[in-house]
T-cell receptor
Framework: AQKITQTQPGMFVQEKEAVTLDCTYD???????LFWYKQPSSGEMIFLIY??????QNATEGRYSLNFQKARKSANLVISASQLGDSAMYFC??????????????FGTGTRLQVTL | EPEVTQTPSHQVTQMGQEVILRCVPI?????FYWYRQILGQKVEFLVS????????KSEIFDDQFSVERPDGSNFTLKIRSTKLEDSAMYFC????????????????FGPGTRLTVL
């Protein structure tokens, strides 16, 4: 089974509108972190936002917010007031475990977002 | 703002040759990682490194791969005998902490090295 599922291969949004990118995850570990990264066409991976499994509130970072629904195992990224520069690939990722060792990120397949005028 | 740097940005090599990809993690970070992304596919974990030893490695990270932290700043990935299927973007990442379920676990990625094996 996939640990991270992103069901939207591509999304379009008009400039200044809000958009939600879906992410569901699968883990039996009670301790985990969820991350979203942006990959523009230039190729770099840019960290956007983090949500820990024990966090009571949804994470927010500027125009980015994470709609964390623990019971449904979903961690959707919401981008408000979309800008042309938001056009990129977006990856959801998860890190499992709480033991002080370096833990890998498991990535989803990504969603390509295109912002239009 | 501190960032992870990687050199070279693009490496072209012949099949069977050895390559070394270099990374300088963020200076106060203690945990280091290598990932790769084959064109158009998702990012895959290769190896994690902490306290001068490998913490975890994936099944991709076979005997042809090795990592080293030769000094206090560099972190390298060596591929001993490259294959065509090693062609990919290789990302180095670092994090301040690991396994703590806090934002300090966040892994920051370098810009990547695009490896092309001919």
């Amino acid at each position: 089974a996939q640990k991270i599922t992103q069901t939207q291969p591509g999304m379009f949004v008009q400039e200044k509108e809000a958009v939600t990118l879906d992410c569901t995850y699968d883990t039996s570990d009670p301790s985990y972190g969820l991350f979203w990264y942006k990959q523009p066409s230039s190729g770099e991976m840019i960290f956007l936002i983090y949500q820990g499994s024990y966090d009571q509130q949804n994470a927010t970072e500027g125009r980015y917010s994470l709609n964390f629904q623990k019971a449904r195992k979903s961690a959707n990224l919401v981008i408000s007031a979309s800008q042309l520069g938001d056009s990129a690939m977006y990856f959801c990722a998860m890190r499992e475990g709480w033991d002080g060792t370096a833990s890998k990120l498991t990535f989803g397949t990504g969603t390509r977002l295109q912002v239009t005028l | 703002e501190p960032e992870v740097t990687q050199t070279p940005s693009h490496q072209v090599t012949q099949m069977g040759q050895e390559v070394i990809l270099r990374c300088v993690p963020i200076s106060n970070h203690l945990y280091f990682y290598w990932y790769r992304q084959i064109l158009g596919q998702k990012v895959e974990f290769l190896v994690s490194f902490y306290n001068n030893e490998i913490s975890e490695k994936s099944e991709i990270f076979d005997d042809q791969f090795s990592v080293e932290r030769p000094d206090g700043s560099n972190f390298t990935l060596k591929i001993r005998s490259t294959k065509l299927e090693d062609s990919a973007m290789y990302f180095c990442a670092s994090s301040e902490w690991g396994g703590s379920i806090t934002p300090r676990d966040t892994q920051y990625f370098g810009p990547g090295t695009r490896l092309t094996v001919l």
